[in-house]
């Protein structure tokens, strides 16, 4: 399912956090929003898991406005990971994992037979099943963004949005995550700082600074020497990686090179 913002804008406060955004991400493809902190990334999610409404534009799920939808038919399309998905109470990782079927059940109403092992394969994918009796409260940050992450997937969206999913990984689990939204066939939005992740990870990318989008396209296309100098302020070279060809920032510590 396609995933469109439409002119999207955010007013707090008399503060514009998000300007005139206008992005369409293709079913079953990954693009990226990147920029530096408080370009307007996280906020432009929020508005596509609805934790936000726009001042104005429209987020478009498919051929549907995402607001003429229920919220039940709008959290069985689309799943999030957010920054500020912590579990507070202490539930089992096991119990976590299965409220992201609670879109689809009524009241009261137990798993199924597939449902525990649609949870089951997830707890798999992720190298979580080991964990399923833990308690969150006491997981590394590492292990609750994997936790977090199963959460989302059980709910079998359509649309997956995440907010800096890789927080607290370690690489092998970074470039884990990643090749799992790759290979998911999910439409995915997702927002990475690292921009050598993102080149890797994302078929587009999106760059944001001051609430405005300033380049969008290819990694290659948009990843430059000059665009990463005047969006973020660093100085790079850009190279090839020897065995993908994506695009792979080298960054200098010193300013004067």
């Not at 726009?54 to 995402?66: A, H, I, K, N, Y």
């Not at 039940?72 to 920054?83: D, E, F, G, L, Y």
């Not at 050598?196 to 078929?203: E, I, K, T």
């Not at 290659?220 to 665009?227: I, N, Q, R, Y």
Request: glycine share 8%.
């Amino acid at each position: 399912m396609d995933l469109r913002l439409d002119g999207l804008s955010v007013v707090t406060d008399g503060k514009s956090l998000v300007r005139d955004l206008s992005l369409e991400v293709e079913s079953g493809r990954v693009v990226g929003l990147v920029g530096p902190n408080g370009s307007g990334k996280s906020t432009a999610l929020r508005c596509v898991y609805r934790a936000l409404r726009p001042s104005s534009g429209t987020v478009w799920v498919g051929e549907r406005q995402l607001t003429d939808l229920p919220m039940r038919r709008s959290a069985q399309i689309v799943a999030a990971m957010t920054q500020d998905g912590a579990v507070d109470l202490d539930f089992t990782v096991e119990e976590v994992i299965a409220l992201g079927r609670t879109p689809h059940l009524q009241g009261n109403q137990a798993l199924s037979r597939r449902e525990r092992e649609l949870c089951e394969r997830v707890m798999d994918r992720l190298d979580i099943r080991h964990l399923a009796r833990r308690g969150v409260l006491t997981l590394s940050g590492g292990e609750r963004q994997r936790v977090l992450l199963a959460r989302a997937l059980v709910q079998e969206p359509e649309i997956l949005v995440l907010d800096e999913p890789t927080n607290h990984l370690d690489v092998r689990h970074q470039v884990e995550l990643l090749s799992l939204l790759r290979d998911s066939g999910l439409t995915v939005l997702v927002v990475l700082h690292d921009l050598n992740l993102a080149a890797a990870a994302c078929d587009r990318l999106g760059v944001l600074r001051d609430g405005r989008l300033v380049a969008t396209g290819t990694p290659e296309d948009v990843l430059t020497t000059e665009l990463v100098d005047e969006v973020f302020g660093v100085k790079a070279s850009v190279v090839s990686h020897p065995l993908t060809g994506d695009p792979q920032l080298l960054y200098s510590l010193h300013s004067s090179l």
